[in-house]
C-alpha cells in the first residue's frame, strides 16, 4: 500500500501543468521542515501534510486546498493514520489557502511552503518563470494583475513567516525579492 501511494503522490506532482507545483517544490519543503524538526511536535503528521498540500493542483480552480485535504484523508485512511493526525493533516492542508494559522507545527508548514520567496535571486527569478508557466493560459494583463495583488497581500503583512527561525532565515530577502517582483510586473504593463 505505501509503494502504491508513493508512486500516486509522484505521479500527480509530475503532472506537465506543473512547473513550480511539481516535486521538486516537495522536496525543498521537506529539506526546510528537516532542519526545523526538533521544533516540530508531531512531525510525521506535517510531512503528511507537505506531500498532500499540493496533491490537486489546478490554477483554474480555486478550491485545491479542499480537494487536496479530501485527496489526503483517503489515502492516510488507507494506512490507518489515526482519525487525530489526519484531521490535523487536513487543517494544516487547508491552512495553505490563507497562509493563517495558530498552529505552531502548521506554521512551519506554512513558512516552509513559502520558503522559496527568500531564496537568491537567481533561485527566485526562476521561480517567477515557472509560477507564469503554470498560469500560462492567462493573458499577461490578467496574470500581473493577480501576481501583484498575491504580493500586495505579503508585503502589507506584519511578517512573511510566522516563525522565528524562517523569519531570521528569509524574511528581509523575501521582501525584496517581492518588491522587485512587483516593481518588473508594473513595467511590463
Given at each position: 500500500m505505501i509503494t502504491e501511494l508513493w508512486t500516486e503522490i509522484i505521479a500527480f506532482y509530475n503532472q506537465?501543468?506543473?512547473s513550480y507545483h511539481n516535486f521538486e517544490?516537495?522536496?525543498?519543503?521537506?529539506?526546510e521542515l528537516l532542519l526545523t524538526k526538533e521544533k516540530i511536535i508531531d512531525f510525521d503528521g506535517i510531512i503528511f501534510s507537505a506531500f498532500y498540500h499540493d496533491i490537486i493542483y489546478?490554477?483554474?480552480n480555486n478550491n485545491n486546498e479542499e480537494l487536496s485535504a479530501i485527496f489526503a484523508e483517503k489515502s492516510l485512511k488507507k494506512?490507518?493514520?489515526?482519525?487525530?493526525?489526519?484531521?490535523?493533516?487536513k487543517k494544516q492542508i487547508l491552512a495553505t489557502k490563507t497562509h493563517n494559522s495558530?498552529?505552531?507545527d502548521?506554521?512551519?508548514?506554512l513558512d516552509a511552503d513559502l520558503s522559496i520567496l527568500g531564496k537568491d535571486k537567481e533561485i527566485y527569478s526562476e521561480y517567477m518563470k515557472n509560477i507564469r508557466k503554470e498560469y500560462s493560459t492567462f493573458s499577461d494583463e490578467q496574470f500581473n494583475t493577480g501576481r501583484k495583488k498575491v504580493i500586495q497581500n505579503f508585503i502589507n503583512k506584519t511578517h512573511i513567516y510566522k516563525t522565528h527561525f524562517f523569519r531570521k532565515?528569509?524574511?528581509?530577502?523575501?521582501?525584496?525579492?517581492?518588491k522587485n517582483e512587483y516593481y518588473e510586473l508594473n513595467k511590463s504593463i
Open positions: 506537465k501543468n506543473r517544490h516537495i522536496n525543498n519543503v521537506i529539506s489546478n490554477v483554474n494506512l490507518n493514520i489515526k482519525n487525530s493526525q489526519i484531521e490535523q493533516c495558530l498552529n505552531q502548521t506554521n512551519y508548514l532565515k528569509y524574511e528581509k530577502i523575501a521582501i525584496i525579492n517581492l
